[in-house]
């Protein structure tokens, strides 16, 4: 019996950060859940986006090809040879140092292509128009930033551009860089999906909005000191919050209890600071939530 696998028509776009060594994939589609699929990744390995008859072994495939040290275009080369579906496929890989290949099979449904740029590469099928890989293209080498803002950024200006003829439903973020997981325990520095939505991409940028919340480290420079009318505000906000009885006046072990809890119920670990704290987790302090 013949295996079934999905038509996954969508678009999405490879990326490389030559500085901070990341590597990434960002995906939009009218299909359910397509963060499952697409994006594959490793840091210091390669990525691999997989679409249009979709086979998810090349994500695994791929990777472990770049690994032993095939080229972008040997590792492409290699995937399709002996796939009798090739036709029916639309793929890309890139090395870990942002050289890309991707394969467009002649029978994917219109339009249906890639185009490479620098340290990138972008592709899709049942698309409305070319413009919309192009437009992944450019924003993406024209932007500045983060690579998983700039990745973002390229998803956003593909869609508007024109996008999956049949719509919009899912999409994802995906970037690693060594040790740039939860904790420095991983890879993955972001694995965001909006699996069914009516509006995916914004979805996935107010994701990527409270990842960076959450996770992300505090920049030393930005650090308030607990003390004056920071401390008088803190503590008040800790007193609502009823996790601290009343006001010390100053830094002492009731306050840093009482502000350890709050980061920790919250899920703030990663931005806790001895007698200092973050502008952003005070900002959220303020709004009550």
């Not at 901070?20 to 960002?26: F, H, N, P, S, W």
């Not at 698309?127 to 293209?137: F, S």
Request: charged letters at 25%; hydrophobic letters at 35%; proline letters at 2%.
């Amino acid at each position: 019996m013949k295996k079934f696998q999905s038509k996954v028509a969508t678009f999405s776009i490879i990326g490389y950060d030559p500085v901070t060594e990341e590597l990434g994939v960002a995906v939009q589609s009218k299909f359910l859940g397509a963060g499952a699929v697409v994006p594959w990744a490793e840091a210091g390995a390669g990525a691999v986006a997989t679409q249009s008859f979709a086979n998810t072994a090349f994500g695994p495939e791929g990777i472990h090809m770049m690994k032993k040290g095939f080229s972008p275009e040997e590792t492409a080369a290699k995937l399709v040879e002996n796939d009798k579906d090739k036709n029916l496929r639309q793929f890309a890989v890139m090395d870990h140092k942002g050289n890309t290949a991707a394969f467009t099979g002649e029978e994917c449904y219109e339009w249906a292509g890639h185009k490479q740029g620098k340290y990138c590469t972008a592709q899709g099928n049942i698309l409305m128009n070319g413009e919309t890989v192009d437009a992944l293209v450019s924003t993406f080498e024209q932007s500045e930033g983060t690579l998983s803002n700039r990745l973002l950024a390229a998803l956003e200006a593909a869609q508007n551009a024109g996008g999956d003829s049949r719509g919009k439903q899912s999409a994802a973020l995906f970037v690693v860089q060594e040790g740039g997981g939860y904790g420095g325990y991983n890879d993955r520095k972001f694995d965001l999906r909006v699996d069914d939505h009516p509006e995916p991409i914004k979805e996935l940028q107010r994701l990527h909005e409270l990842h960076k919340l959450y996770f992300s480290q505090s920049d030393k420079e930005d650090l308030l000191s607990l003390n004056g009318e920071v401390l008088e505000e803190v503590e008040t906000l800790l007193i609502e919050g009823n996790l601290l009885k009343e006001k010390q006046g100053k830094y002492n072990m009731e306050v840093k209890d009482a502000i350890q809890t709050y980061f920790m119920r919250e899920n703030f670990e990663e931005r806790w600071q001895e007698d200092m704290i973050d502008p952003a987790v005070l900002a959220f302090m303020r709004s009550g939530m």
